[in-house]
């Protein structure tokens, strides 16, 4: 991809730009007008990134027979246990609020996840051999990163009384104290401060350094499920733009890659559009027509149930599958020292990436 798609969609600085204009919107009294075009961007961009690359997961990985071969009991296990969910949330609609408590409780380990993933290929790329201390380092940061977001959804951080989400109500956690999430938060920035400190020493001894696109990214998630500072703040534009506009364009752009990178240049445009528009119609279908239709069957069902119904058991077996995905072929790769990706796409093929 192009330095400026790597800094918009992969690095997360779509995100804030949007978030920056809309927060800059709500200090405006005259700025309705902008905040309903940005408010529809948003719209779009779950669609047209968020829900496409959802899509996309479970697209490719499924036409692919090597890939079949190896992982078909989790894909299976996965897709009955995403069924099954779906029956429960429609039989029984007072847990939907719960469903999505749970899903924002693991959203940010499955983000941190994709993040070091992608971190891991900008280094592929540079040839850069970031060393096993140093994976290890990142890969506490994002532990504690997504760890410290948890503990904001458990706590009353923000001084919530009450939110709504997919039009459910959700009564906030205050399970924890305040104190935990600060606490967390300075091992974050300690652990921040480590790894910009490492990477600034090796620039000044003129040693291989990390991709300047994988520190990027790397801040950018950690700032995102940082609450603290000025980025308090900001949290609730961000996170408007967050989810499609880095974590699923982020992974759309790296399945555009690695396909353009096995077509002919003649087929490369034809071949992306393809497979994009492949997925898009697909999440079309299953996040706006299948709810409608759910509820048209069954009047009893409200929207907001069903939409939630679908939502959670798509993002439960995304989630799965593409843990499956980045971390699968990890045991095979040991040998040669590094990591090995098995990456689906909506084409259906796979791409081996050696890290």
């Given at each position: ?66 890939w079949?071969?190896?992982h ?13 969910l ?26 941190t ?10 280094c ?34 923000f ?36 790894t ?13 350094r ?86 048209a ?59």
């Amino acid at each position: 991809m192009s330095p400026l798609v790597d800094v918009l969609f992969v690095c997360g600085g779509a995100v804030f730009l949007l978030a920056a204009g809309y927060s800059f919107c709500l200090t405006q009294s005259a700025g309705s007008h902008q905040l309903g075009y940005l408010s529809a961007v948003a719209v779009a961009s779950v669609l047209i990134f968020g829900e496409t690359h959802t899509v996309a997961t479970m697209v490719g990985p499924a036409r692919d027979s090597v890939w079949g071969q190896r992982h078909r009991a989790a894909g299976f296990a996965a897709a009955a246990v995403s069924m099954l969910l779906v029956l429960v949330l429609l039989a029984l609609p007072t847990l939907a609020p719960l469903a999505v408590r749970l899903y924002l409780l693991a959203v940010s380990w499955h983000f941190t996840r994709q993040v070091y993933g992608v971190i891991l290929l900008y280094c592929r790329k540079a040839d850069y051999h970031p060393g096993a201390a140093r994976r290890r380092l990142w890969c506490l940061l994002f532990h504690l990163t997504a760890l410290n977001w948890m503990l904001v959804q458990l706590s009353n951080y923000f001084n919530i009384r009450s939110e709504v989400l997919f039009l459910q109500n959700l009564t906030p956690l205050h399970i924890l104290p305040v104190a935990a999430v600060d606490f967390c938060s300075a091992f974050v920035i300690a652990l921040l401060l480590v790894t910009f400190a490492d990477a600034a020493l090796l620039t000044m001894f003129r040693r291989a350094r990390p991709p300047f696109a994988a520190m990027l990214t790397l801040l950018a998630v950690c700032l995102f499920f940082l609450p603290v500072g000025p980025s308090r703040w900001f949290q609730g534009p961000i996170w408007l733009y967050a989810p499609a506009l880095f974590h699923g364009s982020q992974y759309l752009c790296v399945m555009g890659w690695r396909l353009a990178a096995g077509a002919r240049s003649g087929e490369q445009v034809g071949l992306l559009a393809g497979s994009y528009l492949r997925c898009f119609v697909l999440a079309l279908l299953l996040f706006l027509a299948l709810p409608w239709l759910l509820h048209a069957l069954m009047p009893a069902v409200a929207y907001a149930t069903a939409l939630v119904a679908v939502f959670v058991s798509a993002q439960l077996y995304h989630m799965v599958m593409d843990s499956v995905i980045w971390k699968g072929e990890k045991k095979t790769a040991a040998t040669s020292g590094g990591l090995k990706l098995r990456v689906g796409h909506a084409g259906g093929a796979v791409m081996d990436l050696a890290v």
